[in-house]
């Protein structure tokens, strides 16, 4: 694993089918489906945030009412959003990025990116328990939130739109252990 993520596991691309659902959805009712389905992806992990991001901003977040932890979570999504997207990509093919949950040592994270354009990100106890447990619900997640918006259905080749199925990427970035040099 890269350097620069100590401890990491990444899952690399599983391919997922859309479910079979109506093909014309209002937005509003996506987008009510994408905030329970993350409401229960938070829960699932006993996780204090999660949020669904893309490059340009935070799609959707619980809990709402956020404290200063959650609000600097936050502001690392919607600084690092291209960098956390391009991770999956750059763990597989060894270029170097950096760590950009350096400064996060209380909280395990759960990233899952789809196509390298729309991610979610959990903060929780136990990264690995929630990625083992939330396979289905993830795959609901994604084909909501690919249906609320097409762009995300292309991956950063132009494949998707029409033949393939969404590429789905799950990185595990646990606590940071102890210094073995201390």
């Known amino acids: 694993m890269a350097d620069y993520l100590p401890g990491a596991s990444y899952s690399p691309a ?17 987008r009510r489906d994408v ?4 409401e229960a992806l938070r829960g699932l992990g006993a996780g204090r945030y999660a949020a669904v991001f893309d ?20 502001r690392l999504l919607q600084s690092q959003a291209q960098a956390l997207l391009r991770l999956p990509t750059a763990l597989h093919g060894g270029d170097e990025l950096g760590d950009p949950f350096a400064e996060w040592t209380d909280d395990e994270f759960l990233l899952v990116v789809v196509n390298g354009k729309v991610g979610v990100l959990v903060a929780c106890a136990d990264a690995a328990r929630l990625e083992a447990d939330a396979g ?8 909501r939130l690919l249906r609320l918006d097409s ?11 029409f033949f393939g ?11 940071p252990g102890p210094d073995p040099g201390a």
């Not at 199925?165 to 606590?175: C, K």
């Open 136 to 143: 289905r619900l993830l795959h609901a997640l994604f084909d």
């Open 55 to 74: 490059a340009k901003a935070v799609v959707a977040e619980t809990p709402s009412d956020t404290s200063e932890e959650e609000w600097a979570l936050r």
């Open 151 to 161: 762009g995300w259905r292309v991956d950063e080749k132009g494949r998707g739109l």
């Open 14 to 30: 599983r391919h997922f089918a859309t479910l079979p659902q109506p093909m014309f959805e209002s937005a509003d009712k996506l």
């Open 35 to 38: 905030a329970e389905m993350l």
């Open 165 to 175: 199925s969404p590429r789905l990427d799950t990185i595990v970035v646990p606590r």
